[in-house]
């Protein structure tokens, strides 16, 4: 039985548990209740921790942090949709709590669980029994129990395993809806089957993906930098890493590394500063950073050397960040060219590809972030399952982000048009937040399987019909749905409609359904805009 693990061993631990998810993640996604075609909670995983077994499978012989770390930043930089973050934040945590230690036993590895458990309830606001967060508390406080009676890692880890089978076999009563379907929550399957995976490859036994089968590896983290030597102002490109060991402010550092040089990336949290800038006398900067805490790591290059692009390594990143031009921007998600064009002639600054079933990463979310020239960006998620990855994005870049949770496309067009470029922050927060709860959302899809649901005999195939988050009704005549819901609507006494078509619908097919609410609602507004959206047929918004 093993009773310690080092860092390569932590390495095959994640790239086993990554193959584990991608084998299993269709089976994550059919765990999904609710019979839309957006049940992308393995994908989602799958995405997310393959991000850390990639950056893993190029590390040589990490010792036991910088595999822990390595997992935890690849992760948090890839988490697709809440499953993901919630993911990320567990390795964050474990990883915090394995930072300076070389090998891990089962007491140590019993603390780690229970510190994931922790950095995942503290970003979460409304924690909810029955879900990943459950069934991880729930392994993490029978590890430690274990480890009072036996300090082998394999033990402890194992004793968590069972727990987490009991834990998530009860998911299915915490939950009515899970109840009402009869299944387990997806989440916490998925964690259970990155536990299981860990468990075999402590054994010997790894789990890896079967040849032939994509594993869904991509590149989560952007470039560096392209140097110029033409255009090169400043010549050093100088980075470092901080270890935080007093509370002076580190906007501080900021404000007298901007007075040096350029290209200027500071990011702070609680244990550490990680500083880029280029500068032609790195050692002010240094001799100025240094009163900030001990140096982790420094990197000086003369960049007028550079005739090659430069990859560097995770914890060496640094993104291109667009220089202030105006004091507020804008990016919103949306998947479809007519929405982008909408969003756009709004003022978006930028819009990030993406919604049901193709959920953008946290590292998406931030490229656009960074791209935007403005000191504080707002981000209109649009979708319930992105809004977790946006938050995680303020603290990777030095632009303040705030999020805006719409979790649909009109409510992220709605709160567009109450935002006001020359109004302050607290203004355009309080009036975007306060625009989506005047809009009501109506979506056509299709069932993506077959499904008893909510007293829906429900077909695959069949259209579907949702009217905020509920499903309103189903049949195989997409016009008997959008009657109904155009009855509903002239019954809330609704005055604007704007129905937006999918890339699936052809002109003359939408302009029928423009006439069905022009009929049922003759004293409203109704306009017919093409989103090109793909998935979801019509997307229709009510005020």
């Known amino acids: 039985m093993r009773q310690t693990i080092n860092g390569a061993d932590f390495r095959r631990l994640v790239i086993s548990a990554a193959a584990s998810v991608e084998i299993h993640k269709q089976q994550l996604n059919d765990l999904n209740v609710f019979p839309v075609p957006d049940g992308d909670t393995g ?26 770390a390595t997992a935890a930043s690849a992760m948090l930089r890839g988490a697709r949709g809440n499953s993901g973050v919630i993911l990320s934040l567990l390795f964050r945590g474990l990883s915090k709590r394995l930072k300076g230690e070389q090998v891990c036993d089962g007491v140590l590895w019993a603390e780690a669980l229970q510190a994931g458990v922790d950095a995942a309830y503290k970003a979460v606001m409304k924690p909810a029994e029955g879900t990943i967060l459950t069934v991880s508390r729930l392994a993490a406080a029978a590890a430690q129990k274990a480890a009072q009676e036996n300090n082998h890692i394999e033990f402890v880890h194992a004793a968590a395993i069972e727990e987490a089978k ?11 809806v899970l109840k009402k379907a009869g299944v387990v929550d997806a989440g916490g399957k998925g964690w259970l089957f990155v536990l299981e995976a860990m468990l075999n490859s402590l054994q010997g036994e790894d789990v890896v993906v ?50 040096l040089g350029d290209s200027l990336v500071l990011v702070d949290d609680e244990e550490i500063i990680k500083v880029h800038v280029h500068t032609n006398d790195p050692g002010k900067a240094l001799h100025e950073a240094i009163e900030y805490g001990s140096f982790v790591t420094v990197k000086i290059e003369n960049m007028r050397l550079q005739h090659t692009e430069k990859v560097l390594s995770e914890q060496e990143i640094a993104p291109k960040i667009a220089e202030p031009e105006k004091t507020f921007g804008v990016v919103s998600v949306c998947a479809g060219d007519g929405l982008a064009a909408v969003f756009t002639d709004l003022g978006v600054d930028g819009i990030i590809s993406g919604g049901q079933t193709m959920n953008p990463s946290t590292q998406d979310i931030l490229e ?26 303020d603290a990777l870049t030095p632009k303040h982000v705030v999020v805006i949770p719409s979790k649909t496309v009109p409510q992220g067009i709605t709160a567009m048009l109450s935002f ?19 809009v009501d959302t109506m979506q056509i899809t299709y069932a ?9 005999d429900i077909h695959e195939g069949d259209y579907l019909a949702i009217y905020g988050s509920a499903l309103f009704g189903t049949n195989k005549d997409v016009k008997v749905l959008l009657k109904a819901l155009a009855e509903k609507v002239q019954e809330e006494g609704k005055d604007y409609i704007t129905i937006y078509y999918g890339e699936d619908i052809e002109e003359k097919q939408a302009q029928k359904a423009e006439a069905i609410f022009r009929e049922a609602c003759p004293d409203a507004d109704v306009n017919l805009l093409r989103g090109g959206q793909p998935v979801y047929y019509y997307l229709i918004s009510a005020e």
């Open 43 to 68: 994908t989602n995983m799958s995405m997310t921790i393959n991000a850390a077994a990639a950056d893993l499978r190029k590390a040589e012989d990490p010792s036991l942090e910088k595999a822990a």
């Open 166 to 176: 009991v834990a998530l076999a009860n998911t299915v009563n915490q939950n009515p």
């Open 210 to 259: 079967p040849e032939g089968m994509d594993t869904g590896d991509t590149k989560q983290q952007a470039d560096f930098s392209d140097f110029d030597t033409d255009n090169i102002t400043f010549t050093y490109c100088t980075e470092f890493i901080i270890d935080r060991e007093n509370d002076k402010d580190p906007e501080q550092l900021r404000a007298f590394l901007d007075s």
């Open 368 to 393: 656009a972030v960074n791209q935007v020239p403005a000191e504080t960006v707002f981000v209109l998620p649009n979708n319930k399952n992105i809004i977790m990855a946006a938050e995680q994005v």
């Open 420 to 438: 006001n470029p020359e109004g302050t922050e607290q203004e355009n927060t309080e009036a975007l937040t306060e625009a989506l709860s005047t």
């Open 448 to 456: 993506a399987r077959n499904s008893d649901f909510d007293g829906y």
